[in-house]
């Protein structure tokens, strides 16, 4: 099956620096891409979508000046988090919708833990 | 509204026994996602229901889809303890431009 990627696994940052997490589709191109975060024991909120070549489109409540997405190639996403804080830390998981076939699906990376000191 | 509710929020099974979530949604769907998940873990697919009547199988769980009554169920047969995960639904609405809208999940704990 198709696979998704995350880099890093897990980060642990102080307040106030920058983090970047890398989303990568391994075997397959993947033209959008999203990115979600989940807190503990809750179920997963959408961000925002990444296009590639365009400008991601960001869910309503989500500082699109904070959290930085570029999709630069079919294959790789990247998001930011600028100027973290504690309320930053949380799981965030990618996902690339794999088009290939008659039976499109979305794939989730492995997530990445952020903790904010 | 784009709504996707499931229930349970939270299932003590015994092994052996049969049990059922359930899903609904607010509104037209293209597809039905179920995923599982593991204790600090990202998300495993399971099923995707494509259409009404839509039913699919795998080991001890099989899934359906009711467009017509906007629900889906996953049902778990014969329960064993390595099942214990949260399970997901999520709904592929045209509306929000196919992005995908997350029931709240079921924890699942089954137990000897």
């Known amino acids: 099956g198709a696979v998704v990627s995350q880099h890093p696994s897990w980060v642990i940052c102080k307040s106030g620096t920058s983090v970047k997490i890398e989303c990568r589709s391994l075997?397959?191109?993947?033209?959008?891409m999203f990115w979600y975060r989940q807190f503990p024991k809750q179920s997963l909120m959408l961000m925002a979508t990444?296009?590639?070549?365009?400008?991601?489109?960001?869910e309503q409540g989500v500082e699109k000046d904070k959290f930085l997405i570029n999709h630069a190639s079919l294959t790789l996403s990247t998001l930011t988090v600028t100027s973290a804080h504690p309320e930053d830390s949380s799981f965030y998981i990618c996902?690339?919708?794999?088009?290939?076939?008659?039976?499109?699906?979305?794939?989730f990376g492995p997530g990445t833990r952020l903790l904010v000191l | 509204e784009l709504k996707v509710e499931q229930n349970p929020l939270f299932l003590s099974m015994q092994e052996e026994k049969n049990y059922t979530i359930y899903c609904n949604y607010s509104?037209?769907?293209?597809?039905l996602y179920w995923y599982r998940q593991d204790p600090g873990k990202s998300l495993e697919s399971l099923f995707v229901?494509?259409?009404?009547?839509a039913v699919k199988q795998e080991g001890r769980l099989m899934a359906s889809l009711d467009t017509k009554a906007r629900l889906s169920t996953l049902h778990i047969t014969a329960a064993v303890h390595d099942l214990s995960a949260t399970y997901f639904c999520?709904?592929?609405?045209?509306?929000?431009?196919?992005?995908?809208?997350f029931g709240g999940g079921t924890r699942v704990l089954v137990k000897p």
């Open positions: 996902s690339a919708r794999d088009r290939r076939g008659n039976q499109e699906t979305q794939y």
């Open positions: 075997d397959f191109q993947a033209t959008t």
């Open positions: 990444s296009n590639e070549g365009s400008k991601a489109t960001y």
């Open positions: 509104t037209t769907s293209d597809r």
């Open positions: 229901l494509l259409s009404n009547g």
């Open positions: 999520a709904v592929d609405f045209k509306a929000a431009g196919n992005k995908l809208t």
